[in-house]
């Protein structure tokens, strides 16, 4: 690896329109003040480094299941899957990742599988940390069905500063595990709802790396018949 790709990561183009209106305010800056203008460069460098998508490198081992953000384990509780999904009424292990404006917002699947449904639902916009934000935020939601039979859940939420989701995946689409699906501006979080009898491997406080960092392995609870 060569030293500059160390601190040079590759940017994903949904920044480049964001990068050239700060480079943009930022030459302004400097003809009304220089100190201005250099904490408009700094500011610059931070939205490039927002929108940064650097490759990962995913578990080969059949059956793991991985974080589909960076950021840190903020929940771990009991919750029923948002109701658009069609995942019943009971309730699966939720494993939530909070991202703050220094992580990588790139979203990634947490597993192998088709996508069977993406629902978008409006809301608000809480603190993505608090645990009512799963219900009360804006909120895109996407059922992830394996090969097995099971089903997962994977919610991108909005938060205090976040104001767009973005998914490029659609119904019907074939994902492989790490597999990049979306992403969200400035600040937010990433829900998991594991399948039913199967107990994270991470806890509270945890920081994960997307398309790399193991939450489950689903392996050591086979699929139930029928």
Known sequence: MKMLDTFIKPMHPEGRKFVAIFAAITLVLFFVWEVL???????TVWCYYFFRDPERVTPKRKGVLVSPADGVISLIEPAIPP???????RALTR???FMNVFNCH???APIAGTVSQVAYRPGKFLNASLDKASVDNERNSLRIDMADGRSIA???IAGLVARRIVCWTNPGTTLATGERFGLIRFG???DVYLPDGVAPMVS???TMVAG????ADLSDVPARAG
Request: proline share 0%.
């Open 37 to 43: 203008g250099w904490i408009g460069v700094g500011a």
């Open 83 to 89: 109701k658009e999904l069609g995942m019943g009424e």
């Open 95 to 97: 494993v939530s990742v």
């Open 106 to 108: 790139v979203n990634r």
């Open 154 to 156: 994977v919610v991108q």
């Open 188 to 190: 937010s979080r990433l």
């Open 204 to 206: 509270i406080g945890q």
């Open 212 to 215: 790399e960092t193991v939450i």
